[in-house]
């Protein structure tokens, strides 16, 4: 009985952030890591031959069109402090800032927005993608 306990505490783990941080600090970290991602994304689109490849940027909301292989959007969620993610693998996540205010880390499983985007971008556009923290 306390192993299935144990175990099921493992599996339904979500993983807790500071809420202390500021509205300013909030639109500093997203803003500089959209802006980041978009300037790599943009160099990536520039020798890349995928069908359709196009990245948007405006207003807190980014769009990496992808053709027929689907499209990103991701976008500040200011009121949560968090930035929202839209994939066509894996679906809606959200992701906070963590303590460190390194990371963007989805709560429910503990994966960075970088490793989950340099994991599916790679399978998608098959080729090694390594985005910028």
């Given at each position: 009985m306390l192993l299935r306990?144990?175990?099921?505490?493992?599996?339904?783990?979500r993983f807790r952030f500071n809420s202390t941080?500021?509205?300013?600090?909030?639109h500093?970290?997203?803003?500089?890591?959209?802006?980041?991602?978009?300037?790599?994304?943009?160099?990536?689109?520039?020798?890349?031959?995928?069908?359709?490849?196009?990245?948007?940027?405006?207003?807190?909301?980014?769009?990496?069109?992808?053709?027929?292989?689907?499209?990103?959007?991701?976008n500040k969620q200011p009121p949560n402090k968090q930035i929202w993610l839209s994939s066509p693998i894996s679906g809606p996540k959200r992701f906070d800032l963590n303590g460190l205010k390194t990371k963007w880390i989805y709560s429910r499983t503990g994966i960075s927005l970088n490793s989950l985007l340099d994991d599916e971008l790679t399978q998608l556009l098959e080729s090694k993608i390594k985005t910028p923290e």
């Amino acid at each position: 009985m306390l192993l299935r306990r144990n175990l099921l505490q493992l599996t339904t783990r979500r993983f807790r952030f500071n809420s202390t941080l500021t509205d300013i600090e909030y639109h500093k970290h997203a803003d500089r890591y959209l802006d980041n991602l978009v300037e790599y994304l943009e160099e990536f689109g520039d020798q890349t031959t995928v069908d359709g490849y196009d990245v948007l940027y405006s207003s807190g909301v980014m769009t990496l069109k992808l053709g027929a292989k689907g499209t990103y959007v991701l976008n500040k969620q200011p009121p949560n402090k968090q930035i929202w993610l839209s994939s066509p693998i894996s679906g809606p996540k959200r992701f906070d800032l963590n303590g460190l205010k390194t990371k963007w880390i989805y709560s429910r499983t503990g994966i960075s927005l970088n490793s989950l985007l340099d994991d599916e971008l790679t399978q998608l556009l098959e080729s090694k993608i390594k985005t910028p923290e």
